[in-house]
């Protein structure tokens, strides 16, 4: 049969079989937030959490774990926040007049956990854990820097204000968080739960997080869930 010469070349599938090529989704604008990896909050820190991982002792256990998804996580941004309080600051049992680990109540009169003294800016509690690599973060964080409220979420303190790390994060077209670091049943689980509060698709990753009692962690955990984050071992 005679093709006219300006003919195509045959295909080799019909072309009412050809369906235009799936755009793969968009991969999410993912960034790691690693909360508290203080001096203060690792062991012999003023503030030393128990508890790592599955339930181990020390902190420091969660450090490579941390460490190898800052580094190497494929991360669009790394947030570190700090915990960064004046002395005299609201949530210390010596501010309160309570005994560390009672509750008291602040001048606001916001009920309030009081916490031994800890991570006061210029001390070296405050510091990041020398064996964390804060030299990937892109940003970091401080919080509960206002003497009158305290500041478990790395977004927004007791008081309201802001910290600017949703509108950081927004800025940078992060669409989805994950979240790190300690204490998994208090600033981590408020940090996580202010992140899905802005918008965030938010997971938890228990493995790299490290909290302060088994009873609370597994509380935090259910109230994450159902508040819509996830809480993953990756
Ligand atoms: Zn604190």
Redesign the pocket.
């Known amino acids: 049969m005679d093709m006219p010469k300006h003919t195509p070349a045959a295909k080799p599938v019909a072309t009412s079989a050809i369906t235009p090529a799936a755009k793969p989704a968009a991969k999410p604008a993912v960034a790691l937030i690693v909360v508290d990896v203080q001096r203060d909050f690792m062991t012999g820190g003023a503030l030393a959490v128990p508890l790592a991982g599955e339930n181990l002792p020390a902190p420091e256990r969660i450090l490579p774990r941390v460490n190898a998804l800052m580094a190497g996580g494929g991360y669009a941004r790394v947030v570190l926040t700090q915990?960064f309080?004046p002395a005299g600051h609201c949530?210390f049992a010596s501010t309160l007049g309570v005994p560390p680990y009672a509750k008291g109540k602040t001048a606001a009169g916001r009920e309030q956990v009081a916490?031994p003294e800890?991570?006061v800016a210029g001390t070296a509690g405050a510091e990041f854990h020398p064996g964390l690599y804060a030299r990937y973060a892109d940003a970091i964080i401080r919080k509960?820097v206002h003497p009158d409220c305290?500041s478990y979420s790395g977004f927004a303190d007791d008081g309201g204000a802001q910290t600017g790390l949703a509108g950081y994060l927004r800025n940078a077209g992060i669409t989805d968080v994950d979240v790190a670091g300690i204490a998994t049943d208090f600033c981590v689980k408020a940090t996580a739960l202010h992140a899905r509060a802005n918008g965030f698709a938010t997971r938890v990753l228990l493995d790299a997080c490290a909290g302060v009692a088994a009873a609370s962690i597994d509380a935090a955990i259910a109230e994450l869930r159902a508040a819509g984050v996830a809480v993953v071992v990756d």
């Open positions: 915990d309080h949530s916490w800890h991570c509960g305290d």
